[in-house]
């Protein structure tokens, strides 16, 4: 049977990056997302929005990247893949979390120092099992 794991995902970053080294050659980033949706209530006419929180797990060249770029407040898109894993907390218990492993980053910032505030964009894609050179 065919199936299709594909998350896409552009919010803001609710915290700054935390970039960890899982070996010599190897590097992890966790990166938590927002994304809020905004409705008005058909009842009261009242604006109302609900937020949802994201967890997001970068490996390699581009987990190193990532941190060099991002921080809390910026506004990224991501693509990538949704995982859960287990593992063992601290009281010694088996614990599950998911988490969206991501292979594709593009972020957007507001340039301040020109008038108009132009939106500049920087992309970069990667694999999340190898560290390969990056397109730029």
Same mark, same amino acid.
Request: net charge negative.
């Given at each position: 049977?065919?199936? +299709? =794991?594909? !998350? +896409?995902?552009?919010?803001? !970053?609710?915290?700054?990056?935390? $970039?960890?080294?899982?070996?010599?050659?190897?590097?992890?980033?966790?990166?938590? &997302?927002?994304?809020?949706?905004?409705?008005?209530?058909?009842?009261?006419?009242?604006?109302?929005? @609900?937020?949802?929180?994201?967890?997001?797990? /970068?490996?390699? @060249? $581009?987990?190193?990247?990532?941190? #060099?770029?991002?921080?809390?407040?910026?506004?990224?898109? +991501?693509?990538?893949?949704?995982?859960?894993?287990?593992?063992?907390?601290? =009281?010694?218990? @088996?614990? /599950?979390?998911?988490? &969206?492993?991501?292979?594709? /980053?593009?972020?957007?910032?507001? =340039?301040?120092? #020109? #008038?108009?505030?132009?939106?500049?964009?920087?992309?970069? #894609?990667?694999?999340?099992?190898?560290?390969?050179? $990056?397109?730029?």
């Amino acid at each position: 049977m065919f199936s +299709i =794991n594909k !998350v +896409i995902l552009q919010g803001n !970053v609710g915290r700054d990056p935390e $970039l960890k080294k899982l070996d010599e050659n190897r590097s992890a980033l966790n990166l938590s &997302i927002a994304t809020s949706e905004f409705w008005k209530d058909k009842a009261t006419g009242e604006r109302r929005e @609900r937020t949802d929180w994201h967890r997001v797990v /970068f490996y390699g @060249r $581009l987990a190193e990247v990532v941190a #060099e770029h991002v921080k809390q407040g910026d506004t990224v898109y +991501i693509e990538g893949r949704n995982q859960t894993r287990e593992y063992t907390n601290q =009281n010694n218990e @088996r614990a /599950f979390i998911t988490e &969206i492993v991501a292979d594709k /980053f593009k972020m957007w910032s507001k =340039n301040k120092k #020109e #008038e108009g505030a132009k939106e500049q964009t920087a992309t970069v #894609e990667g694999t999340s099992q190898a560290d390969e050179d $990056l397109p730029f």
